[in-house]
């Protein structure tokens, strides 16, 4: 089981640069990617979308690509010669053609370095495409690592409560035993009392007291609560995306619980449902960062 919240980083140097990815994931309903990358490499967002969408099931996924010039190609006065050896050319072509002088100063050479160390030139995407791809993998399998381990922590967290629930549903069948008769007996009381002298196997008291028995049985709704935590516990353990499931068990339980608070005429089968409503809430929670 995984969660959707994580963070994976990689990086690739290329020639004078650093390439960096990093994808980080948020919950969502369903799957969305967002691919962030310099103009000129457009189509690595497109292919960055495609592997993300076939490596992830739900979530809100960014990618965000940068690149940094390697410190150690910046300890140098003159970071790049090579490409300051053309903006002189250049701008000695440019200055002939103003039949201007041209004369190189240190200060001019040290002007263009500086130009030249907070610029970071792109290699043609066709030339570094499948390096990007293996990096993102890289970065793609740290954020699935991370999201593995979360959703490990949740599913703790589900089966712990999953046997509260249990046991709260046991005490419920439990002090729900004999309510229709304890309907009865306090019935016939309150008829003495009011002085009108009807018999136990009066036609009108055993429909009232069948009636109530109808209204009060919670014993459908114990065997599909107990139904519905089986399929929870199963649902845990099948791998791939169970997010939307778990969240549909979870409305179903809570269905059950609901209707067994209408029901009961005892106090403390009331405090135990009210308990797992809290707990079914607690996952329900949990549940909305499960993939």
């Known amino acids: 089981m995984n969660s959707m919240t994580g963070y994976g980083r990689a990086s690739i140097n290329h020639e004078d640069i650093s390439i960096v990815i990093e994808i980080s994931s948020v919950n969502k309903r369903h799957l969305e990617v967002v691919v962030s990358a310099p103009k000129e490499w457009q ?3 497109y292919d960055a979308t495609k592997y993300i969408k076939s490596f992830f099931e739900r979530g809100r996924i960014r990618v ?6 390697n410190p150690e190609i910046q300890e140098g006065i003159l970071s790049n010669q090579s490409l ?27 002007q263009l370095s500086n130009l030249r160390k907070n610029e ?15 990096t993102l993998g890289e970065a793609s399998h740290s954020l699935a ?40 007996e306090k019935l ?27 209204k009060s049985d919670i014993s459908e709704e114990i065997t599909r609560l107990k139904s519905h935590l089986v399929q929870m516990t199963d649902t845990l353990e099948i791998k791939g995306s169970i997010g939307r499931k778990i969240e549909f068990i979870l409305q179903e339980i809570s269905r059950e619980l609901n ?25 329900r929670e949990q549940s909305l960062n499960i993939e």
């Open 64 to 69: 965000a690509l940068s690149l940094v010039k």
């Open 259 to 283: 209707t067994f608070c209408s029901k009961s005429t005892r106090t403390e089968c009331t405090r135990h449902a009210l308990d797992a409503r809290t707990e079914v809430e607690k996952m």
């Open 145 to 184: 690592e991370m999201r593995e381990n979360e959703g490990s922590a949740i599913k703790d967290d589900l089966v712990e409560r999953i046997l509260r629930i249990k046991k709260l549903i046991i005490q419920i069948e439990k002090k729900g035993e004999g309510m229709a008769d304890e309907y009865k």
């Open 188 to 214: 016939l009381e309150r008829l003495r009392k009011s002085g009108l002298s009807l018999e136990q196997d009066d036609d009108r008291v055993l429909k009232e007291i069948a009636i109530f028995a109808e």
């Open 84 to 110: 300051i050896e053309k903006d002189l050319d250049r701008l000695k072509n440019f200055l002939n053609k103003k039949q201007e002088d041209f004369v190189i100063t240190p200060e001019l050479i040290l």
């Open 120 to 134: 970071t030139e792109l290699p043609p995407l066709e030339e570094i495409s499948d390096a990007l791809l293996t």
């Open 43 to 45: 189509k690595f967002e």
